[in-house]
């Protein structure tokens, strides 16, 4: 089976929505041995992709009739959420993990991972992102309820934004109303990295747009993915009507 650095879901729908998902696993390409040299229990952690996230995009764009994208390289390759010039671009320690196979990697092993893997990505987000001239971007993320000593972490989901607060404002007031969320807002990181995936294909093209981040111990089976997936969508689909009215 030949390697590509993406999927689409839901290539041929027409919807508006546009679901994307840059962590969504934690492959390592054939190209690179199929392995960082890192053992298997921290290539299944936080620090290689986002857990659950995968199945709560597709959940998501199947509820919303959207389509999707995901990315099939781990973050630790070469992260596609970062700008190209962004020093955490292509990691050599992770919270408290060293990544063998990174730490000699050097500005030439970079520009191959560029092109073999992150550009292919982001031409593919900025093609199907281009079909409608009213896209909607919603990128989907995880996090960990503690990083190693740190607090904890007690949101059940966060909304990031950056200057363009158009959905999420209306979007985390719906999650707030949600008896039972403790909702962050540029929760548990700010919202806004210049030349990460949102800057470049919604805030540099004046899309609307917002950043989910679940907490991941919520969506680790497949049951709760597509639960929250089905719960956002109505959410994200009343926010959007009422930042249009």
């Avoid at 998902?21 to 229990?41: I, K, R, S, Y």
């Avoid at 294909?201 to 111990?217: M, S």
Wanted: aromatic share 6%.
């Amino acid at each position: 089976m030949t390697y590509v650095p993406f999927f689409v879901h839901g290539e041929n729908r027409s919807s508006r929505w546009l679901i994307t998902c840059d962590h969504a696993t934690n492959t390592v390409p054939p190209d690179l041995g199929g392995t960082l040299g890192l053992p298997e229990a921290d290539m299944a952690r936080h620090i290689a992709f986002d857990p659950g996230a995968a199945g709560v995009t597709r959940a998501l764009a199947d509820a919303l009739g959207g389509t999707a994208i995901l990315s099939n390289f781990s973050r630790l390759v070469i992260d596609p959420n970062r700008g190209e010039d962004d020093p955490t671009l292509l990691m050599r320690l992770y919270d408290g993990s060293v990544i063998p196979s990174n730490r000699n990697a050097d500005s030439a092993e970079k520009a191959r991972r560029l092109d073999a893997y992150y550009r292919p990505y982001h031409d593919a987000l900025s093609a199907l992102a281009a079909r409608r001239n009213d896209t909607v971007i919603v990128a989907v993320h995880s996090y960990t309820r503690q990083l190693k000593s740190r607090p904890s972490r007690p949101w059940h989901v966060g909304i990031l934004h950056a200057y363009d607060r158009r959905l999420s404002d209306p979007l985390i007031a719906a999650l707030e109303a949600e008896p039972d969320l403790v909702v962050g807002r540029n929760e548990p990181y700010p919202g806004h990295l210049p030349g990460d995936a949102i800057d470049r294909h919604a805030l540099h093209h004046g899309r609307l747009n917002t950043l989910i981040e679940l907490r991941n111990d919520l969506i680790a089976t497949e049951a709760t993915q597509t639960a929250w997936g089905e719960r956002l969508a109505p959410l994200l689909q009343a926010a959007l009507a009422q930042m249009t009215d």
